[in-house]
T-cell receptor
Framework: ETGVTQTPRHLVMGMTNKKSLKCEQH?????MYWYKQSAKKPLELMFV???????ENNSVPSRFSPECPNSSHLFLHLHTLQPEDSALYLC?????????????FGPGTRLTVT | RKEVEQDPGPFNVPEGATVAFNCTYS??????FFWYRQDCRKEPKLLMS???SGNEDGRFTAQLNRASQYISLLIRDSKLSDSATYLC????????????FGAGTRLFVKA
């Protein structure tokens, strides 16, 4: 079983709602990632955190706001989303942000924006 | 051109067949390479790392050709349970850490 958990597993929200996705890793890692996977598209890296510091933001719209309070927890705050934001949002972790290490993924949150 | 490209698939093979997936990458500074497996509506899971010397794990063999910037995954004696999407992943530290996922190749193994 994966050492990365995500909640909720499914989320339906209206365009005016505010919600948050939560990720927790139990692997003792220091790097955490948010990815978006839309239907029939490759994974898109959104944000990267290393030792709680954001090291990458891949031109993600401001309606997505990440938060990393400690190395084990990562949040994605959502507000005024668009229907095209409907996707599977995956969290991952690795020991640090280094090319050497593979990432371990959580089960994802399937988000539907109505 | 995408930095990591894979065979588009899908591959439809009978049980017991040998199937090979290819992946090419464009940045010569790429350092580490991985194959992941993703089942329908599930998260990607690490299948194996890819080493320059090639590596094998049971029915699975991964090869890396740095000169050609090419990675492969060979699956022998395919099982029904091998049906999934196989993702090629390339990491590098040059210019900051980068991790790039290929679009994946879908495999269907049929009885």
């Amino acid at each position: 079983e994966t050492g990365v958990t995500q909640t909720p597993r499914h989320l339906v929200m209206g365009m005016t709602n505010k919600k948050s996705l939560k990720c927790e890793q139990h692997l003792g890692h220091n790097a955490m990632y948010w990815y978006k996977q839309s239907a029939k598209k490759p994974l898109e890296l959104m944000f990267v955190y290393n030792f709680k510091e954001q090291t990458e933001n891949n031109s993600v719209p401001s309606r997505f706001s990440p938060e990393c309070p400690n190395s084990s927890h990562l949040f994605l705050h959502l507000h005024t989303l668009q229907p095209e934001d409907s996707a599977l949002y995956l969290c991952a972790s690795s020991p640090i942000t280094s090319a050497t290490y593979e990432q371990y993924f959580g089960p994802g949150t399937r988000l539907t924006v109505t | 051109r995408k930095e990591v490209e894979q065979d588009p698939g899908p591959f439809n093979v009978p049980e017991g067949a040998t199937v090979a997936f290819n992946c090419t990458y464009s940045n010569s500074a790429s350092q580490s390479f991985f194959w992941y497996r993703q089942d329908c509506r599930k998260e990607p899971k690490l299948l194996m790392s890819v080493y320059s010397s090639g590596n094998e794990d049971g029915r699975f063999t991964a090869q890396l050709n740095r000169a050609s910037q090419y990675i492969s995954l060979l699956i022998r004696d395919s099982k029904l349970s091998d049906s999934a999407t196989y993702l090629c992943v390339v990491n590098r530290n040059t210019g900051g850490f980068k991790t790039i996922f290929g679009a994946g190749t879908r495999l269907f193994v049929k009885a």
